[in-house]
Structure formats: structure tokens, C-alpha cells
């Protein structure tokens, strides 16, 4: 069993869903409530990383920030290292491949409220920060916890990304999942067996968390 | 209906200051994971098929010297890419002379560094297979013809040398365009190995290096291929510009005596 890998991919998820569930809530109830030109584009390209390939993503990302190209050498120059191939790096990357797994969630819990409640909060005298506290955002919170729990689900799982922009590097970008392909590849089948119920089972006991949640957030849906 | 929105907001309320709460934390602690990582072993990149012998080299270097280097196995070719593309390794063994001269001429190694090891490649048959195994591979030809190749694994020649190397036999032997539709490529010899090892494939052209522990040895048979099939897979191996002091010890004591008895052990020549 490689602790340092589980240790690598729990902190891969719990920093995933720290960027991303703010920014999720602010733009997930962006698009559930407005309308505004070119809405259609903006939300295909929160869904884009939903279908491509992790290696077109992981391909612009070394492109991009490679040791080769100017935004790669800037940021070497300012912070000391290279982002693909660090830690920073990845979570980079998996925030990015998790947009949708995050912003969709949201968006649906959001939309699911009717405007005459939002209406109803706001004749009461409720300010728009009150609105949204008290009243929109406990009623989207089955939303907002299903998108946390994908976006930590599914980066324990991520593979392709992290291999390509992570490297496999110890201790620092090799999460449990490339550390099961790595010892694949090292005859070390007891190990990768190991890992792999390791994987299963934290996926299996994280989904069965959310239902149960879900349930308690929302008692008269269950 | 306010009464329930109000209750469900105050237990909302008190979950989601938890919520952040544990946010905070978690950003705090990728803080102290930053600290951590600078007291990490320096890290390495190793072809794959060393995968066995420099995983003892280095525990032994451990031993011997009190001093841990972290080993990142892969194709030379995915690992040149990635070192171009700023991979923070300090030291790179390859499994031949191109891909690190490659990395000498971009500027990016201390010098044109030494061969520490020279390969050989075999055709490996996993217990149960029907191909016989032979240097000169007739029983491979026999099984090609009587159609009875389901699979056979080779390593992906455009990122790992050892692949290259199988590749050439199998033209050499006339076998390649008869076999490339039967292939199956593992992106380092360390995987195409795990194909033809695990009877996956009827068989296939690995790296002696992988086979020679008991363990594996056991999975199958195999025959060496001769040298002369092949261009000769000369291993280098170079020092990286950002080589730290106990890298450059383990590049001076993968040279050594120790080291070179466990290459030797696990099936490689090495240099005088």
C-alpha cells in the first residue's frame, strides 16, 4: 500500500472541491437564473471537458505551460518550479477536467427552484445576500453536494491527466490510481490488488454518504 | 412553508460554516504539503526495463550509504519528453543512447554521461502458451502460419528502445508484416512484459532484465535473442543540470562494483 499516493489523491480532492465549489455555487446559479447572450457557448464550454479526451487536455496543458514554452519559463521564473509535474500543477489540471462534474450539479439544484419563491423571499424584505443565503442556497444544497462529491469522486479517479501533466512523481503528483498502474507494471500484483480495493471501496463508501445526506437534507424527498 | 424554509436554513447555515471550515483546513494543509515536499528524496527517471535490478540498486544504495533517491519508471522516450517539458528529475538511465543525447544536445545535462549497461532482449512464452520458444524464432514463424497467434506483446517502438529492438528482429526474421496486425504494444517494456507474462499474449519479445527473477522466471519460458539480431542495446545514462550532491553520488555508485553485480545478476553486460 502506497500512503503517500492515497495521501496525494485525498488532498487532489478535498483541493479540487475547495477551488471549485465557490466558484460552482457563484456560476451554477449564474446560469440557472439568467439569461444573456451567447449562454449557449458559455455552457457548452463548461461542459466540454465532460467528453474530451484527458490527454487533449493534458496536451495544451504541457503545451502551455511546458518547460519549453514562455508561459512555462514565466512561471519557473516566479514561483521556482514548473507547474506540470508538481503538485500546484495537477490540481490545475483536475479543476479544470472537474468544471462540469461541479458547475452541472449546481446548475440543475438552482434551476429547480421556483421563481416564485425566490419572489416571495424578496417581497419579504430579505436583501439579495439574505435571498440567497437563507433561502436559494438550502434549497440547491442537494445540488451543491452532489457536484462536491463527483469532483471528489471522480479525481480519485482521474488517470490520463494526471499521468500526462503529473508524471508520476512520488509523494507529489502520483495519486492512487497511477500508483496501481505503476506497480501493474512492477509485477507487484498484491500491492495494486490492495490499492485497487482501496479505490473501490473509498468510491463506493463516498457515493453511499451522499445518498444518505441528500436524504437527511431533504426528508420529504426520501 | 417559511417555517420549514427557516429550519432548513439554520441547519444549512451551521453545515455550510463546517463546510468552509473544512475548506480552510484542507487549503492549509496543501500549504504544509508544500513544506514536505521539499524535504522529499530527489527523484530519478529510469527506463522501465530496470524496473527490477535499479530498485535494488537503489535499496542498497540506501543501505550502504544512508542517502534515498526516489526511482520514476517509464519509456525513455515519455521520459525525455517529459524532462524537456520540466519533470524536476535529476539523473535519467535510458535504455539506449539516443533518447539522452537528445538531452545533452537541448543543453540540458551536466555532459554527454556513460553507458552503464548493455540489454538483450528474449521471446518469452507464458505457461500454457502454444509458442515454442527458440532464438532463432522457427516456433514463432510455425504458430504465424498455422494462424494460431492471438496476440503477441512487444513494446511501443517510437517511446522505448527495447520495442525498436524487437521491431528489427522481427523484420530481420521476416516476420514483422505478417505479425503487426497480432501485435500488442505496452507503452514501456515493463508493460508489454505484463502482457506476455501474465498469458495475455501467446508471448513476446521482452527485456531479459524483467524475467530473471524467480518470480516471473516462473510465469513461462524463454530464449535469449542473439546480439547480433539487433543493434545493441547500449544503456546510458546522464546527470541532469539540477543534479544535487546525492545524485551525484548514486550516478558514481550505479558505476560501482555493488551495482554492477546486481546488474550482471539481473541479465545485463555491463561496460568495462
Known amino acids: 500500500m502506497d500512503w503517500a499516493a492515497l495521501r496525494v489523491s485525498l488532498w487532489l480532492g478535498a483541493g479540487t472541491i475547495a477551488i471549485l465549489l465557490p466558484l460552482g455555487v457563484w456560476f451554477g446559479r449564474l446560469l440557472a437564473v439568467r439569461e444573456f447572450k451567447g449562454k449557449l457557448l458559455v455552457e457548452a464550454l463548461v461542459t466540454v471537458p465532460l467528453v474530451l479526451p484527458p490527454t487533449v487536455l493534458g496536451f495544451y496543458l504541457l503545451v502551455t505551460f511546458g518547460a519549453r514554452s514562455p508561459l512555462g519559463q514565466a512561471f519557473e521564473a516566479l514561483v521556482g518550479h514548473s507547474l506540470p509535474f508538481s503538485f500546484q500543477g495537477l490540481l490545475f489540471a483536475s479543476a479544470i477536467a472537474n468544471v462540469p462534474f461541479v458547475i452541472q450539479p449546481i446548475q440543475r439544484g438552482f434551476e429547480a427552484i421556483p421563481s416564485d419563491v425566490r419572489d416571495a423571499a424578496a417581497s419579504c424584505g430579505l436583501t439579495p445576500w439574505q435571498r440567497f443565503a437563507r433561502i436559494e442556497l438550502p434549497l440547491a444544497w442537494p445540488g451543491v453536494l452532489t457536484g462536491a462529491v463527483l469532483t471528489f469522486a471522480h479525481t480519485l479517479g482521474e488517470f490520463g491527466v494526471v499521468l500526462m501533466v503529473g508524471g508520476n512523481l512520488p509523494g507529489q503528483t502520483r495519486t492512487l490510481s497511477v500508483a496501481i498502474y505503476d506497480r501493474m507494471q512492477a509485477f507487484d500484483d498484491r500491492s495494486a490488488g490492495v490499492m485497487a480495493a482501496t479505490l473501490l471501496t473509498i468510491s463506493v463508501v463516498t457515493l453511499m454518504t451522499t445518498t444518505a445526506l441528500s436524504r437527511r437534507v431533504n426528508p420529504h424527498r426520501a | ?272
Open chain 2, 1 to 272: 412553508m417559511r417555517q420549514i424554509l427557516r429550519d432548513a436554513a439554520f441547519t444549512i447555515r451551521v453545515r455550510l460554516l463546517k463546510c468552509s471550515c473544512l475548506a480552510l483546513v484542507a487549503v492549509w494543509l496543501l500549504g504544509l504539503q508544500e513544506v514536505s515536499l521539499a524535504q522529499r528524496p530527489p527523484t530519478i527517471a529510469a527506463a522501465a526495463n530496470l524496473n527490477v535490478a535499479l530498485t535494488e540498486i537503489a535499496k542498497q544504495f540506501e543501505r550502504d550509504r544512508g542517502m534515498r533517491v526516489d526511482v520514476v519508471f517509464g519509456s525513455s522516450g515519455t521520459l525525455t519528453r517529459q524532462i524537456r517539458d520540466g519533470a524536476p528529475f535529476e539523473m535519467f538511465l535510458a535504455a539506449d543512447e539516443e533518447f539522452p543525447n537528445q538531452l545533452t544536445s537541448a543543453g540540458l545535462t551536466r555532459d554527454a554521461g556513460v553507458v552503464y549497461a548493455i540489454g538483450r532482449l528474449v521471446i518469452f512464452a507464458p505457461t500454457g502458451s502454444p509458442l515454442v520458444v527458440d532464438e532463432r524464432l522457427q516456433g514463432l514463424s510455425r504458430l504465424l502460419q498455422a494462424g494460431r497467434v492471438t496476440r503477441f506483446a512487444i513494446a511501443n517502438p517510437d517511446v522505448a528502445p527495447y520495442g525498436r529492438a524487437a521491431e528489427t528482429v522481427l523484420r530481420n526474421h521476416g516476420l514483422w508484416d505478417a505479425i503487426r496486425p497480432r501485435l500488442v504494444m505496452g507503452d514501456t517494456i515493463a508493460q508489454a512484459a505484463q502482457f506476455a507474462t501474465t498469458g495475455n499474449a501467446v508471448g513476446g519479445l521482452i527485456a531479459y532484465s524483467l524475467v530473471t527473477e524467480p518470480g516471473v522466471a516462473d510465469r513461462g519460458r524463454y530464449a535469449l535473442i542473439p546480439q547480433t539480431d539487433h543493434a545493441p542495446l547500449r544503456q546510458r545514462m546522464v546527470l541532469l543540470k539540477r543534479a544535487t550532491p546525492i545524485v551525484e553520488q548514486f550516478y558514481a555508485y550505479v558505476q560501482g562494483a555493488a551495482a554492477r553485480t546486481v546488474l550482471i545478476k539481473n541479465g545485463y553486460e555491463v561496460p568495462q
